[in-house]
């Protein structure tokens, strides 16, 4: 079954704080995780992206965290902005289902100053 | 560089009626993939075009159809229209066919069945 699961549904974070968004799938010949941050009225932009041979990557205060075993991985974002605030969706593809992405249910996340 | 665009923005159409949607990728890019995206389901994928052809479909009803152009525009058609099809329509444009290779998405259609 391809599925993705996606927590907390929405989420809360003073500024200056850590933001963690967690991510489950099933199938296992997912090959390919990326996040995508989207803001109202606009449409999702790629954020960061790792493959599971790699079990964390960083990119500026945004983090993934990839647990093969487990068949989880999360986002990270520290020191948290205002700016943040937005959707986050996890997704994943496979190497036979071209550009296929199979995305999880969205996190609403806000930032308080 | 000149981004996805999608038109028109938004929509109204009746119960029954029919609407096409069309994209622009951005230039070079030859990979089309559409979803719609509703606050119950999420963004779910309905298929995904590579140089004229369709290479992937999601699970949709057959009224969801699509088509691309030589120079990679596509369109998707949405036939006798019900009221659970009023969702956000979103075009996403890759540069070739294969994982990894980064998604960049239009702003979408809105599309209001009444």
């Known amino acids: 079954q391809q599925q993705v699961k996606q927590s907390p549904q929405s989420l809360i974070v003073q500024k200056g704080g850590i933001s963690i968004i967690n991510c489950a799938y099933e199938?296992?010949?997912?090959?390919?995780f990326p996040w995508y941050q989207q803001f109202p009225g606009k449409g999702p932009a790629l954020l960061i992206a790792i493959r599971p041979d790699v079990s964390e990557k960083k990119e500026g205060r945004f983090t993934i965290s990839f647990n093969k075993s487990a068949k989880q991985f999360s986002l990270h974002i520290m020191d948290s902005q205002p700016g943040d605030s937005a959707t986050y969706f996890c997704?994943?593809?496979?190497?036979?289902?071209?550009?296929?992405?199979?995305f999880g249910g969205g996190t609403r996340l806000m930032v308080k100053p | 560089k000149a981004g996805v665009t999608q038109t028109p923005r938004y929509l109204i159409k009746t119960r029954g009626q029919q609407v096409t949607l069309s994209c622009s990728p951005i230039?070079?890019?030859?990979?089309v993939s559409w979803y719609q995206q509703t606050p119950g389901q999420g963004l779910q994928f309905l298929f995904e075009y590579f140089s004229e052809t369709q290479r992937n479909k999601g699970n949709f009803p057959g009224r969801f159809s699509g088509r691309q152009f030589s120079n990679s525009r596509s369109e998707m058609n949405v036939s006798t229209l019900e009221l659970g099809d009023s969702a956000l329509y979103l075009c996403?444009?890759?540069?070739?066919?294969?994982?990894?290779?980064?998604?960049?998405f239009g702003q979408g259609t809105r599309l209001t069945v009444v």
């Open positions: 997704a994943a593809s496979w190497s036979n289902a071209g550009n296929m992405l199979t």
């Open positions: 199938n296992t010949a997912f090959d390919y």
């Open positions: 996403a444009s890759s540069k070739r066919q294969g994982v990894r290779t980064e998604a960049f």
């Open positions: 230039s070079g890019h030859r990979s």
